[in-house]
């Protein structure tokens, strides 16, 4: 309040030294005070340079005015001058997030306690419901969903929960964990899973980037940003099970990110693949499909450790599914998912999202749009 007064007091003074008596300069000078108040209050980045400002004036109480050339210089010296005032965080800290967050050291010590719940939510207290974060001494730069397809994990779970937000909070994001599970009783189809927290994720944050991340997977390097760029990118790169070689060049799974528009010009993830296996060698032919190329990092950041789990049962016709992918591209994905909401719950540590799947209803539907 002082600061307001003076800074009120100073600007008065200026202008009745000057002898500005007409009615539009003097409704001019309100705007002004109003305008400043304003800044003050809500922009905590530019109460210094104001401070600084006013100070300037104070120091020239005893001048006949303060010079046109020293308040341009100011404005040039300062960042008054190029102020961005956003409305929509009016609290938040309106400096861009660095580049580069500070504090990444790279290669980390990955946690393998298997915590319960209430014990991580404590190390977490930061996280507001639905395990979303967005850092209060900085404007994000990314707008990140992590989706989880899941099924009776929940060791896996924990342990990736316990880990991945502490990594999170690191790089400076403005991130939701969404954790994606189908009912018992609907054989597991991961890549639709994928679909559906696309699109619910979309209903409750304006996300620009995704990470399609299983559950089992656990980074070992904060300097693997989790974040989109120009092009999808696979994450997952080096994993110690695989003794951190890439198998094969065409590999998209595991994790992988991709921004809200390149995820829809492929039109999502194909809905056909039920079982295990072929729904990421589809997504790698529909990036290329549509003249996109993929991007990873160093095998030395892009590294990951994998839980242990039983293998899953293979899909017996991904093979045909892969070989006449093609053909569903624009049938297959986003503009034909059909599934069930059963319940939306926003935990401390993650959106949890249950839905049901109607196999038989989702393979007549393609078959259909594939007649036509």
């Given at each position: 309040m002082p600061d307001i007064l003076r800074c009120c007091f100073s600007f008065a003074k200026l202008f009745t030294m000057n002898n500005i008596r007409s009615k539009v300069l003097q409704w001019i000078v309100v705007l002004i005070l109003l305008l400043l108040g304003y800044v003050m209050i809500y922009n905590q980045s530019a109460v210094l340079n104001f401070k600084s400002f006013?100070?300037?004036?104070?120091?020239?109480?005893?001048?006949?005015?303060?010079?046109?050339?020293?308040?341009?210089?100011?404005?040039?010296?300062?960042?008054?001058?190029?102020?961005?005032?956003?409305?929509?965080?009016?609290?938040?800290?309106?400096?861009?997030?660095?580049?580069?967050?500070?504090?990444?050291?790279?290669s980390i010590t990955i946690n393998r306690d298997i915590l319960s719940y209430k014990a991580i939510e404590d190390?977490?207290?930061?996280?507001?419901?639905?395990?979303?974060?967005?850092?209060?001494?900085?404007?994000?730069?990314?707008?990140?969903?992590?989706l989880i397809p899941y099924r009776d994990r929940q060791s896996h779970l924990k342990l990736f929960l316990q880990n991945i937000h502490p990594f999170l909070r690191k790089q400076q994001l403005d991130y939701g964990i969404f954790v994606i599970e189908l009912v018992s009783d609907v054989k597991f189809n991961r890549a639709m899973l994928f679909n559906i927290g696309f699109v619910e994720a979309l209903k409750l944050h304006n996300y620009n980037c995704f990470i399609f991340h299983d559950v089992d997977l656990i980074p070992e390097n904060d300097l693997n940003l989790y974040t989109c760029s120009e092009r999808p990118r696979h994450m997952?790169?080096?994993?110690d099970k695989m003794k951190y070689r890439l198998p094969y060049n065409q590999l998209f799974g595991g994790v992988s990110a991709m921004t809200k528009e390149q995820f829809e010009t492929v039109n999502g993830f194909s809905n056909s693949y039920f079982g295990w296996g072929g729904e990421d060698d589809d997504m790698y032919n529909r990036i290329a499909h549509n003249k996109m190329s993929i991007i990873r990092y160093s095998s030395e950041v892009a590294r990951y450790k994998m839980m242990s789990h039983a293998k899953e049962s293979p899909n017996?016709?991904?093979?045909?599914?892969?070989?006449?992918?093609?053909?569903?591209?624009?049938?297959?994905?986003l503009n034909s998912l059909q599934y069930e909401v059963l319940?939306?719950?926003?935990?401390?540590?993650?959106?949890?999202?249950?839905?049901?799947?109607?196999?038989?209803?989702?393979?007549?539907?393609?078959?259909?749009?594939m007649k036509l």
């Amino acid at each position: 309040m002082p600061d307001i007064l003076r800074c009120c007091f100073s600007f008065a003074k200026l202008f009745t030294m000057n002898n500005i008596r007409s009615k539009v300069l003097q409704w001019i000078v309100v705007l002004i005070l109003l305008l400043l108040g304003y800044v003050m209050i809500y922009n905590q980045s530019a109460v210094l340079n104001f401070k600084s400002f006013f100070n300037l004036v104070w120091a020239n109480k005893n001048s006949r005015r303060l010079s046109i050339f020293q308040f341009r210089k100011y404005l040039a010296d300062s960042s008054i001058g190029s102020l961005n005032i956003n409305f929509s965080s009016s609290h938040r800290n309106t400096t861009l997030c660095p580049i580069i967050p500070p504090g990444l050291v790279g290669s980390i010590t990955i946690n393998r306690d298997i915590l319960s719940y209430k014990a991580i939510e404590d190390k977490n207290r930061e996280l507001q419901p639905g395990g979303c974060y967005s850092p209060s001494n900085c404007t994000p730069r990314h707008h990140v969903a992590i989706l989880i397809p899941y099924r009776d994990r929940q060791s896996h779970l924990k342990l990736f929960l316990q880990n991945i937000h502490p990594f999170l909070r690191k790089q400076q994001l403005d991130y939701g964990i969404f954790v994606i599970e189908l009912v018992s009783d609907v054989k597991f189809n991961r890549a639709m899973l994928f679909n559906i927290g696309f699109v619910e994720a979309l209903k409750l944050h304006n996300y620009n980037c995704f990470i399609f991340h299983d559950v089992d997977l656990i980074p070992e390097n904060d300097l693997n940003l989790y974040t989109c760029s120009e092009r999808p990118r696979h994450m997952s790169v080096a994993i110690d099970k695989m003794k951190y070689r890439l198998p094969y060049n065409q590999l998209f799974g595991g994790v992988s990110a991709m921004t809200k528009e390149q995820f829809e010009t492929v039109n999502g993830f194909s809905n056909s693949y039920f079982g295990w296996g072929g729904e990421d060698d589809d997504m790698y032919n529909r990036i290329a499909h549509n003249k996109m190329s993929i991007i990873r990092y160093s095998s030395e950041v892009a590294r990951y450790k994998m839980m242990s789990h039983a293998k899953e049962s293979p899909n017996p016709v991904r093979g045909t599914l892969l070989k006449d992918g093609q053909k569903r591209f624009k049938i297959d994905g986003l503009n034909s998912l059909q599934y069930e909401v059963l319940q939306v719950t926003r935990r401390k540590l993650f959106t949890w999202i249950l839905v049901n799947i109607n196999e038989k209803a989702v393979k007549d539907a393609i078959e259909a749009a594939m007649k036509l």
